[in-house]
Nanobody
Framework: QVQLVESGGGLVQPGGSLRLSCAAS????????MGWFRQAPGKEREFVAA???????FYADSVKGRFTISRDNAKNTVYLQMNSLELEDTAVYYC?????????????????WGQGTQVTVSS
């Protein structure tokens, strides 16, 4: 069993930055692929970024070049650095973990989810 707790959300102006953190319980963190997803009001949850245990990372086209996913296996934590934030980035951001290391963009294939953290981009 893996428990995930997100933090770091908040209110930021367009062009600003935030760093989200996701702390995971359990000794198997380092073997899991980790993903970030987001859900805006009235929209479906969508893929944002993912990272394999090896450090290989993947991004949605909408955030590529602005967001960076990273992980610290010693701290059982995955991060999402978000720069140049846009109004359209407003959403609840969710952290997720999966044991299988393929299909990282598919939200249905993740085994564990956090409770989410709100990110609001507004002037």
């Amino acid at each position: 069993q893996v428990q995930l707790v997100e933090s770091g959300g908040g209110l930021v102006q367009p062009g600003g930055s935030l760093r989200l953190s996701c702390a995971a319980s359990g000794r198997t963190f380092r073997s899991y692929a980790m993903g970030w997803f987001r859900q805006a009001p009235g929209k479906e949850r969508e893929f944002v970024a993912a990272i394999r245990p090896s450090g290989n990372s993947f991004y949605a086209d909408s955030v590529k070049g602005r967001f960076t996913i990273s992980r610290d296996n010693a701290k059982n934590t995955v991060y999402l650095q978000m720069n140049s934030l846009e109004l359209e980035d407003t959403a609840v951001y969710y952290c997720a973990a999966k044991a299988r290391l393929y299909d990282l963009r598919g939200l249905g294939s993740y085994d564990y989810w956090g409770q989410g953290t709100q990110v609001t981009v507004s002037s």
